[in-house]
């Protein structure tokens, strides 16, 4: 059987981003961590349709001392505990690094797929930033870019263009539906 997943941005797309500078960032203190009305829904309906769930989230701020690890451990914590989520991948590195897990690359999706054995072709990713997507389009998955109007410093090449996971998760959902038939006939 086919492992399939579904690949998840953290911030922007399960919980809220925060303002620094004008700019929508991480929150860098649980008390500000805040789930995104419907992100518990569509994940646990992506579960149910047979999905892995796996967050994969560029955290620089570990890196950079803004954010303190057990800050992190304690979101990861909360996600956990509200998501049957199947895996969580952050990395901790900034652009100068140049380390292969930093999205737009994408070591950790192709690394989650061989720790779990995830067929990227049937699997899809979901993020609010261009890097996002670009990862997601390197593994070979099909993307969704979670647009909330925000200017993107590069290139925008997504599958589709949503306005929430929930709404990504229902095309995801519809998509398997339709195919569901096609497979029945083909396997007859």
């Known amino acids: 059987m086919v492992t399939r997943a579904v690949f998840l941005d953290r911030d922007g797309v ?32 992506l579960k149910s349709a047979g999905f892995l769930i796996v967050i994969v989230t560029n955290q620089p701020d570990i890196g950079t001392g803004r954010t303190p690890l057990a800050e992190l451990e304690a979101m990861h914590a909360e996600v956990r505990r509200r998501m049957p989520v199947d895996a969580i991948k952050a990395c901790f590195h900034v652009d100068a690094d140049n380390c292969m897990c930093r999205k737009p690359k994408p070591g950790m999706i192709t690394t989650a797929a061989a720790e779990l054995d995830i067929d990227l072709v049937d699997s899809y990713l979901v993020g609010d930033r ?29 599958d589709w263009t949503v306005r929430s996971l929930a709404e990504a998760a229902r095309i995801i959902l519809d998509n ?3 195919m569901q038939p096609h497979a029945a006939r083909l396997s007859r």
């Open 14 to 45: 399960i919980n809220a981003n925060v303002e620094r500078d004008g700019k929508p960032v991480a929150p860098t203190a649980m008390k500000d961590f805040r789930i995104l009305p419907g992100a518990e829904e569509a994940v646990a309906a």
């Open 130 to 158: 261009w890097r996002d997507v670009e990862a997601g389009r390197a593994a070979g998955c099909k993307t969704f870019f979670v647009d909330y109007g925000h200017i993107q410093d590069g290139p925008l090449r997504p």
């Open 176 to 178: 398997e539906r339709s």
